[in-house]
């Protein structure tokens, strides 16, 4: 894992991040990975097309994506 560090942080901000930590019941440390976590959510989630269709499942039959109407118009 990588580490990050924060450097000349305004102390208020440190205590905030205490102060939200202990109502959390984390540490400063696992707080603020929560926090970036968040905050950067959407980035994170971002995936590729083919990350994408490799995730789903392998389930149903060619038929079952046939389009309605498809069977009378191979006859």
């Known amino acids: 894992m990588a580490q990050l560090n ?8 440190v205590a905030a991040l205490q102060r939200r930590a202990a109502r959390h ?3 400063a440390e696992e707080e603020h990975r929560a ?4 905050a950067l ?6 995936e590729g097309l083919k990350e994408l ?5 392998d389930v149903g ?3 079952d994506f046939r389009p ?5 118009l191979q006859h």
């Not at 924060?6 to 901000?13: F, G, K, P, S, T």
């Not at 926090?35 to 968040?38: A, R, T």
């Not at 269709?53 to 499942?57: D, F, G, V």
């Open 35 to 38: 926090i970036l976590q968040q």
């Open 6 to 13: 924060v450097r000349n942080l305004d102390e208020r901000v």
């Open 53 to 57: 269709l490799l995730a789903m499942p």
């Open 25 to 27: 019941g984390h540490s």
């Open 68 to 72: 309605v109407g498809a069977s009378a």
């Open 61 to 63: 039959e060619d038929a």
């Open 41 to 46: 959510g959407a980035e994170l989630r971002q």
